[in-house]
Nanobody
Framework: QVQLVESGGGLVQPGGSLRLSCAASGFTFSRYAMSWYRQAPGKERELVATITSAGGTTTYVNSGKGRFIISRDNAKNMVYLQMNSLKPEDTAVYYC?????????WGKGTLVTVSS
């Protein structure tokens, strides 16, 4: 079955960096686009970035543009989110997401806290 397992979250000071990882299994990873979402306390879950199946195209929503980089390694079934110049408002649980046909699959998330 599909499994998505995020890791790499933690406490970081404003201006710092973190690299999140998502390990995928249970499907042919190289055939599907992958996304990162986040959910801040008291807010709706929102899209952060998406990468196409071969990694040739990436898209970012406004909050991450210029600071976040999504990438993938199809040989390792991994997708990453490099987050730079982190701000307190980036504090959230970050989730990896797969859209497989008409169904969405989510990991359990990894908590990122940006605070001094």
């Amino acid at each position: 079955q599909v499994q998505l397992v995020e890791s790499g979250g933690g406490l970081v000071q404003p201006g710092g960096s973190l690299r999140l990882s998502c390990a995928a299994s249970g499907f042919t990873f190289s055939r599907y686009a992958m996304s990162w979402y986040r959910q801040a306390p008291g807010k709706e879950r929102e899209l952060v970035a998406t990468i196409t199946s071969a990694g040739g195209t990436t898209t970012y929503v406004n909050s991450g543009k210029g600071r976040f980089i999504i990438s993938r390694d199809n040989a390792k079934n991994m997708v990453y989110l490099q987050m730079n110049s982190l701000k307190p408002e980036d504090t959230a649980v970050y989730y990896c997401k797969l859209r497989l046909l008409t169904e969405d699959y989510w990991g359990k998330g990894t908590l990122v806290t940006v605070s001094s």
